[in-house]
């Protein structure tokens, strides 16, 4: 409780790099070992002394703004090469662009927004429920578009307010189920086919799909299978494109 009164006061003023270090050693000693990292980030004098020579940095429900996270990066942490930010709130954009940091993590958490429309997410984690049920959790969602993200097993997609699906940069074949009924509007991009356990999207209107081969790779007869088995699932809408990027392009009107 001491420390915690401590962390709220220094909301305004830094008190606790005023104690002498043998007064804050003994207060960690009190705390679990997972906490001491979390309760020394707010310490200057400490972050200085962690910070030399330091190559990665894990913070956990932390809550800062922009400003103040690139202040303490550009002050104390100059070697740092990872980054991973867990659950941490407050920031409404973020910019590395002037610092050494060659990986990013980023864990989120989403709870239920009512007034969202659009979400991009590229290169996180995602469980593959997140959204299977968007119209409790995300009721007025209009676009969503995931890419470069690793699932494991099948992802379902639920949503009545649905307009624009984006799925882009899948290195290896993944499995969606998909219910979208006013979706009008789906894309696809990678390197491999998509496999669809169930996709309900009686208004769709243009589906285009574009794969980024290599100069080597070769179709064969289960990558063939793949791409029939995703035009047979796009067979509702009106228009379906299928492009490469070699520059060779076809175009399928359903009528």
């Known amino acids: 409780m001491f420390v915690e009164k401590i962390l709220e006061k220094q909301k305004f003023e830094d008190m606790i790099s005023r104690m002498p270090e043998n007064v804050l050693n003994h207060i960690v000693s009190f705390l679990q070992t997972k ?75 989403f709870g239920i927004c009512k007034q969202l429309k659009y979400v991009q997410l590229v290169g996180v984690k995602i469980d593959n429920m997140r959204f299977i049920d968007c119209n409790k959790s995300f009721p007025h969602l209009k676009v969503l578009i995931i890419g470069c993200c690793d699932f494991v097993g099948c992802v379902n997609i639920s949503s009545t307010s649905l307009e624009k699906l984006s799925l882009c940069k899948f290195k290896k074949s993944t499995k969606f189920n998909i219910d979208t009924p006013n979706l009008v509007e789906f894309n696809y991009s990678g390197s491999t086919t998509l496999a669809f356990s169930n996709m309900k999207c009686p208004n769709l209107l243009s589906a285009e799909i574009k794969f980024y081969t290599s100069r080597n790779q070769t179709f064969d007869e289960m990558w063939l299978h793949g791409l029939l088995d995703m035009i047979r699932w796009l067979k509702h809408s009106k228009k379906v494109r299928i492009r490469s990027n070699s520059g060779k392009d076809k175009k399928i009107d359903n009528k």
């Open 35 to 109: 906490d001491q990292s979390r309760y020394k980030f707010f310490s200057r004098k400490w972050r200085q002394l962690a910070a030399q020579n330091q190559k990665a940095l894990s913070l956990m429900g932390q809550k800062f703004s922009e400003e103040q996270l690139s202040k303490i990066l550009m002050d104390d942490f100059h070697s740092l090469e990872v980054l991973s930010l867990i659950r941490c709130s407050g920031m409404k954009t973020m910019r590395l662009t002037s610092y050494k940091i060659k990986t990013l993590v980023l864990t989120i958490e």
